[in-house]
């Protein structure tokens, strides 16, 4: 960060700074020798630690603590999922379009699902698919829809997705690394058979996340990595205590936290108000719909979202163009494409998100930078009003 004094990140859903409370616990943690398996004192002590973690992250999504698996980050984690059922040959996996790349990646030769110009995904062609599935074999069919999408905050159906998937006998991977601690997650209210979990973006330390499991008696877990028994035979390797600790704190603060998120969709709202006064044609993906109330995924007409990323990064702001997990890069988005946007919108729209440490001031700052950019670009943007005037409209949840 150059050229300015002030810093601002709206980029929470790329990774959410350490909460307080969480790096006082890692720093205590940290200073403690043991390993989790060892039968000692001082392993015993690590496993605590561990399995204290363990029952709060199963708390956040209303799971079992004994079926919670610690992998290295959601990453690991949806990979673990797909595991789960492409090692059976005669599996077929479904994924929405709009699916984390680590899911893409994980399975490619899934079949995608289409989602509407919303981003919510085509439960009719899901249907059909399964439909036909069925009448051909028996075979394992794996579901895998993300509950918030990463780029837009568009909140997928799953509950419906589940009943439809489960009507066919498939299973259903829901990577809900997004929408955990920002709406309330129930694994079994929604129907998850498998769902995905990340540290980093409630607040905890990177390098931290898990696969949770139900108890689906069809579901066949398996290891990614092999070696000794940690995570009940499911996840080799010694258990990071300190960041599974981070993370166990920082589930537990999310879940405590939820009846807050009032304040994150007043500071959306006020962002999006403002950038439609300075820009009026401005379009905001997925508003029609229900969304995280901490995400905003918009275009600025003409002006490519990696010149808008860099402007702002010169002016202290930070923000994203479409997803952070593509080693630096700043390409179109796979996610606005599958909605059907076109290369030249897609071309132009970056993501702003907020989280805990968020406020009014930050929102004025990006508002500030965005306006003189926009209007040094060619467009006739107005004075940013208060930003915590009344929004237009926008359906979120």
């Known amino acids: ?89 005669d599996a077929t996996i479904l994924v929405s379009a709009v ?25 009719e062609n899901l249907r059909q698919r399964l439909t036909r599935l069925r009448e051909d074999s028996t075979a394992p069919i794996l579901v895998s829809v993300m509950l918030a999408n990463n780029e837009t905050g568009v909140i997928s159906p799953l509950r419906e997705v589940a009943e439809l998937a489960h009507a066919f006998g498939a299973l259903v991977h829901c990577d809900a690394v997004q929408a955990a601690g920002k709406i309330p997650v129930d694994m079994d209210a929604l129907g998850i058979d498998l769902l995905t979990l990340s540290s980093h973006k409630l607040g905890g330390p990177q390098g931290a996340g898990a696969l949770i499991l139900s108890k689906t008696p069809a579901l066949r877990a398996s290891p990614l990595i092999h070696g000794g028994g940690q995570e009940r035979g499911l996840r080799a390797g010694t258990e ?120 009014k001031a930050h929102i004025d700052h990006f508002l500030q930078a965005w306006g003189a950019l926009y209007s040094r670009k060619g467009g006739q943007a107005a004075k940013p009003t208060d930003s915590t005037e009344p929004a237009r409209s926008t359906k979120a949840a």
């Open 1 to 89: 960060m150059t050229g300015n004094n002030q810093s601002t990140y709206l980029d929470f859903n790329a990774g959410a700074p350490l909460l307080p409370q969480v790096r006082s616990l890692m720093a205590e943690a940290l200073t403690e020798t043991g390993n989790a398996s060892s039968v000692h004192g001082f392993g015993r002590a690590a496993r605590h630690r561990v399995e204290t973690a363990r029952v709060q992250l199963a708390a956040l999504v209303g799971a079992s603590p004994s079926r919670v698996v610690f992998t290295s980050g959601g990453t690991e984690a949806n990979n673990q999922a797909l595991h789960c059922m492409s090692r059976d040959h």
């Open 240 to 359: 990071n205590v300190a960041a599974i600790a981070g993370f166990g704190l920082a589930a537990e603060l999310a879940r405590e936290g939820l009846a807050g998120a009032g304040r994150l969709a007043s500071l959306r709202d006020g962002l999006e108000s403002g950038i439609r006064e300075l820009a009026p044609e401005v379009e905001i993906f997925g508003s029609a719909v229900p969304r995280l109330l901490n995400t905003s995924c918009f275009t600025m007409p003409g002006v490519l979202a990696e010149t808008q990323v860099m402007a702002l990064d010169l002016e202290g702001v930070a923000v994203s163009a479409g997803a952070a997990c593509s080693s630096g890069k700043v390409a179109p988005s796979r996610v606005l494409h599958a909605m059907g946007v076109d290369q030249d919108r897609a071309a132009c729209a970056i993501r702003v998100s907020l989280g805990w440490s968020s406020e």
């Open 99 to 123: 699916e984390h790349d680590s899911v893409i990646a994980a399975a490619p030769d899934a079949q995608q699902i289409p989602v509407g110009r919303d981003g919510i995904i085509d439960l």
